[in-house]
């Protein structure tokens, strides 16, 4: 055992892999859990943060099919023939702590893991003009990151899931693929020992396709996702139950009631906060209408920025656009698992989408709800209470003119201790330092969720509090 240990510091190895089992030959079926890849040469980043290579085998409750290949994966994989499904990287933090974030990088097509994390830890460009820190991917040095292979026969589930006979059948299923990421976030959260309360999932092109498709359903998992350029709405629609339209007005009130249900996600945990970047010039964006309108619909976390940007995931790009610059600057890294979140609809200070109700008539560019923050003040079971306003991030272009106040629907979801009783009455009140401003009650919706009508929001803080009547 002396003399391995003395062959890998001859090789210059990293020391994690003194204890970890060398990388078998290419010959040699995988196995789970992964073992660290010792024929890796990518070690550290150009920050000076640990780079570790993690190889593996299948496990039978993925449902991969017979022929899946799960031999050892080329190393430095950068082309969609070097795509793989069974390696991964993990980039420490600069200064490794316990408890610390992750964030999981889920790749765009034609490229890989491999690809994305050189982006952001090894400076590489994809073109001349690129800049490693404008990648709309990467993630803070306190962060640990995560970047996830897959391929495009997967893309990252949706392929498997749209070409198996569950989904001609309508039936629910999480494809194998998504049921690798998740295990393979399981394992990186174990071994790490991460926070399980500040896990977030990020994907450009089919990345963000995956992101939402893999995020939306597992709000129990991440506390938020942001999805870049997404190449289809079609597997986040699939695995929530479907973003379908709504029925007549002059339908029966069951079929209301159960419509509702479907599009609030009834049954699934309350999904994660999302953070969407597309562009009316995208073709893949032909499917961001039943998104946007479902989140509203059906009261889901959607902050939303677009423009005439194309299909890129550079945010110097996108960020030319003052409103994209503002929707840039939400917090999504600081929202937490274990708080309740507030979802805004229906807001005056939103702009005109391309994929609203009225596509003819539409903002060049814009955002839906990324002025407004929040802060959590009470979750108990008696009393749910948080802080909202409306903020002013700053950013380059300071001639955009900011809103000083807007009014907005406003759902409280992700509840902790508070627990909202079907048929019951509920009082709100809006107060601020402590002053009321206004107040009323409300009743449970068909999904039994509480929404306070045209709150009206500043600059200034105020307080939305709810409380069950006696």
């Given at each position: 055992?002396?003399?391995?240990?003395?062959?890998?510091?001859?090789?210059?190895?990293?020391?994690?892999?003194?204890?970890?089992?060398?990388?078998?030959?290419?010959?040699?079926?995988?196995?789970?859990?992964?073992?660290?890849?010792?024929?890796?040469?990518?070690?550290?980043?150009?920050?000076?943060?640990?780079?570790?290579?993690?190889?593996?085998?299948?496990?039978?409750?993925?449902?991969?099919?017979?022929?899946?290949?799960?031999?050892?994966?080329?190393?430095?994989?950068?082309?969609?023939?070097?795509?793989?499904?069974?390696?991964?990287?993990?980039?420490?933090?600069?200064?490794?702590?316990?408890?610390?974030?992750?964030?999981?990088?889920?790749?765009?097509?034609?490229?890989?893991?491999?690809?994305?994390?050189?982006?952001?830890?090894?400076?590489?460009?994809?073109?001349?003009?690129?800049?490693?820190?404008?990648?709309?991917?990467?993630?803070p040095d306190d962060f640990y990151a995560l970047y996830l292979n897959s391929t495009n026969a997967e893309w990252w589930g949706w392929a498997q899931a749209h070409d198996s006979p569950n989904f001609a059948q309508h039936i629910n299923v999480s494809p194998p693929a998504e049921l690798r990421v998740l295990d393979t976030i399981e394992w990186v959260?174990?071994?790490?020992?991460?926070?399980?309360?500040?896990?977030?999932?990020?994907?450009?092109?089919?990345?963000?396709?995956?992101?939402?498709?893999?995020?939306?359903?597992?709000?129990?998992?991440?506390?938020?996702?942001?999805?870049?350029?997404?190449?289809?709405?079609?597997?986040?629609?699939?695995?929530?139950?479907?973003?379908?339209?709504?029925?007549?007005?002059?339908?029966?009130?069951?079929?209301?009631?159960?419509?509702?249900?479907?599009?609030?996600?009834?049954?699934?945990?309350?999904?994660?906060?999302?953070?969407?970047?597309?562009?009316?010039?995208?073709?893949?964006?032909?499917?961001?209408?039943?998104?946007?309108?479902?989140?509203?619909?059906?009261?889901?976390?959607?902050?939303?920025?677009?423009?005439?940007?194309?299909?890129?995931?550079?945010?110097?790009?996108?960020?030319?656009?003052?409103?994209?610059?503002?929707?840039?600057?939400?917090?999504?890294?600081?929202?937490?698992?274990?708080?309740?979140?507030?979802?805004?609809?229906?807001?005056?200070?939103?702009?005109?989408?391309?994929?609203?109700?009225?596509?003819?008539?539409?903002?060049?560019?814009?955002?839906?709800?990324?002025?407004?923050?929040?802060?959590?003040?009470?979750?108990?079971?008696?009393?749910?209470?948080?802080?909202?306003?409306?903020?002013?991030?700053?950013?380059?272009?300071?001639?955009?003119?900011?809103?000083?106040?807007?009014?907005?629907?406003?759902?409280?979801?992700?509840?902790?201790?508070?627990?909202?009783?079907?048929?019951?009455?509920?009082?709100?009140?809006?107060?601020?330092?402590?002053?009321?401003?206004?107040?009323?009650?409300?009743?449970?919706?068909?999904?039994?969720?509480?929404?306070?009508?045209?709150?009206?929001?500043?600059?200034?803080?105020?307080?939305?509090?709810?409380?069950?009547?006696?």
């Amino acid at each position: 055992m002396k003399r391995l240990v003395l062959l890998v510091a001859l090789l210059g190895l990293p020391v994690a892999a003194q204890n970890a089992p060398l990388a078998p030959p290419a010959t040699v079926s995988l196995d789970w859990p992964p073992i660290l890849d010792t024929k890796s040469t990518t070690t550290q980043s150009s920050d000076g943060r640990t780079i570790e290579r993690f190889i593996h085998g299948p496990r039978k409750e993925w449902g991969y099919p017979a022929g899946a290949k799960w031999d050892y994966p080329v190393t430095q994989e950068n082309d969609a023939h070097q795509q793989n499904y069974n390696s991964f990287y993990l980039v420490a933090p600069k200064v490794p702590h316990g408890n610390a974030p992750l964030c999981v990088v889920l790749h765009s097509a034609n490229r890989t893991a491999y690809d994305y994390m050189s982006y952001s830890s090894l400076y590489k460009k994809d073109d001349p003009n690129a800049v490693p820190s404008a990648a709309i991917t990467t993630s803070p040095d306190d962060f640990y990151a995560l970047y996830l292979n897959s391929t495009n026969a997967e893309w990252w589930g949706w392929a498997q899931a749209h070409d198996s006979p569950n989904f001609a059948q309508h039936i629910n299923v999480s494809p194998p693929a998504e049921l690798r990421v998740l295990d393979t976030i399981e394992w990186v959260v174990k071994r790490c020992k991460i926070d399980r309360n500040r896990i977030y999932l990020c994907g450009m092109s089919m990345g963000g396709c995956g992101a939402l498709g893999i995020g939306m359903p597992h709000g129990d998992i991440f506390a938020a996702a942001l999805a870049c350029a997404p190449a289809g709405t079609d597997y986040a629609s699939y695995r929530t139950g479907g973003f379908t339209p709504p029925p007549a007005p002059s339908a029966l009130e069951a079929e209301h009631a159960s419509w509702t249900k479907d599009a609030y996600g009834v049954g699934l945990p309350d999904p994660p906060v999302m953070v969407d970047f597309s562009s009316e010039t995208d073709v893949w964006s032909a499917t961001q209408p039943a998104l946007v309108l479902a989140a509203q619909a059906g009261h889901m976390p959607l902050v939303l920025g677009w423009g005439p940007f194309g299909h890129v995931g550079d945010t110097r790009l996108i960020g030319k656009y003052p409103l994209c610059a503002v929707a840039l600057s939400f917090p999504w890294l600081e929202i937490r698992r274990n708080e309740a979140y507030p979802v805004f609809t229906h807001a005056s200070s939103d702009q005109q989408s391309p994929w609203s109700n009225s596509p003819a008539k539409y903002d060049e560019s814009g955002q839906i709800n990324a002025w407004f923050r929040w802060k959590n003040v009470d979750d108990t079971p008696s009393r749910i209470a948080v802080q909202l306003w409306v903020a002013h991030p700053a950013i380059s272009d300071h001639s955009l003119a900011m809103p000083g106040s807007a009014t907005v629907d406003i759902t409280l979801r992700r509840l902790q201790q508070f627990k909202v009783q079907p048929s019951k009455s509920y009082t709100w009140q809006v107060s601020r330092d402590g002053r009321p401003i206004a107040s009323g009650r409300v009743e449970p919706d068909a999904a039994n969720l509480l929404t306070i009508p045209q709150v009206s929001l500043t600059t200034a803080p105020v307080e939305l509090a709810l409380h069950a009547e006696q």
